[in-house]
């Protein structure tokens, strides 16, 4: 057994998937600890469904998912980087993934990780996926950095675990707390600034413009360009993320895949007392229309992401109106 799931009540199918699931994370971290001795991991090695360039560590992860869930109670497996969801068997629950999540960092060594969302498998493969977000029974992400961490939801709040290195074993810590209503952080991609919706462009502009300006306080930024990274981040420490549909073609919806990446996301943060929505309505309501559907996505502490809500509603307001009168 590589995780430590004493205590939870998952049912042998979610277990077994979930003892799979981090048995290949615990060697994927093995692995990138090891890059550039062997061979290089951030080398390209093709196109994946989606038109993104693939990196050598993207494929070997998906392969090693592949390989350790297809005789497994998943009966359906939808990755990022296969252009169709795999059928496996007839078991109970249908898993998407993102294997490698923030491939640019491959080869910088920064936090890297996987994304997976779990549903009850539906009658068809599609139908498994195409459905809200809300039905979810588990989600999370694996980090790949300094430590490899789990973070799982299965619907009461949100656990966390650390990978051993002694071990090899994923051992649980306290619960992580609920996100506070407080925090003065933001993360986006700057460098699109022209291109956001004229809501976001206010928003961003508001924080920027700090003590100065309508806010009347300074904010600070981050960007790792890690989705896992900037979650774990927010979860911790607070804050807000965007990344908006722009004019740039093909980024109409933004860049962040519904299913396996804003859905499961959603599902962490909305169980940490936070909010995910598509910049106004909550992701997790939402029917994605194709497995590799993108939504534009901004998540995080609850007030900042119904007050970028606010911005689309009555952007001349919007910076005025009290933290604590956006708090439901
Ligand atoms: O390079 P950009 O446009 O800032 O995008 C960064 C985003 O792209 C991603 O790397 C996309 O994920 P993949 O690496 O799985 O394709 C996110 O992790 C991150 O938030
Ligand atoms: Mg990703
Ligand atoms: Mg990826």
């Not at 993104?52 to 005789?71: R, S």
């Not at 299965?154 to 925090?183: C, I, K, Y």
């Amino acid at each position: 057994m590589s995780l430590d799931l004493t205590g939870l009540s998952l049912g042998p199918e979610l277990t077994d998937v979930m003892q799979r699931l981090t048995q290949v994370g615990a060697e994927l971290q093995r692995l990138i600890a090891r890059n550039g001795i062997d061979g290089d991991l951030g080398a390209s090695a093709g196109t994946n469904a989606g038109g993104d360039g693939q990196k050598a560590l993207d494929v070997l992860a998906d392969e090693a998912f592949m390989a350790a869930l297809q005789d497994s109670a998943v009966a359906y497996y939808a990755s990022e980087e296969q252009d169709d969801i795999l059928t496996f068997g007839s078991g109970a629950l249908a898993l998407a993934i993102d294997p490698l999540d923030g491939s640019s960092n491959i080869d910088v060594n920064v936090s890297i990780g996987t994304i997976f969302s779990i549903y009850p498998a539906a009658k068809t493969a599609e139908a498994s996926f195409l459905r809200p977000g809300s039905e979810q029974i588990a989600a999370g992400y694996m980090i790949f950095g300094p430590q490899c961490t789990l973070i799982a939801t299965f619907g009461h709040g949100v656990l966390q675990w650390v990978l051993d290195p002694n071990s090899g074993r994923f051992e649980r810590l306290a619960d992580l707390p609920r996100m506070g209503p407080e925090t003065s952080e933001f993360a986006i991609n700057a460098s699109n600034k022209r291109h956001w919706p004229a809501p976001i462009q206010a928003f961003i502009d508001h924080l920027i413009a700090g003590a100065d300006g309508p806010r009347g306080r300074n904010f600070n930024m981050r960007w790792i360009a890690s989705l896992v990274a900037e979650t774990h981040r927010i979860l911790k420490r607070g804050g807000v993320f965007l990344y908006p549909g722009d004019s740039r073609r093909g980024y109409e919806r933004g860049r962040l895949r519904h299913v396996y990446e804003c859905a499961p996301i959603a599902f962490v943060i909305t169980q940490a007392g936070g909010a995910a929505t598509d910049g106004y309505h909550p992701i997790l309501d939402a029917i994605p229309d194709s497995l590799h559907a993108r939504t534009p996505f901004v998540f995080g502490t609850a007030p900042k992401v119904r007050r970028i809500a606010r911005y689309h509603d009555h952007p001349e307001e919007a910076a005025l109106i009290p933290d604590e009168h956006l708090h439901r």
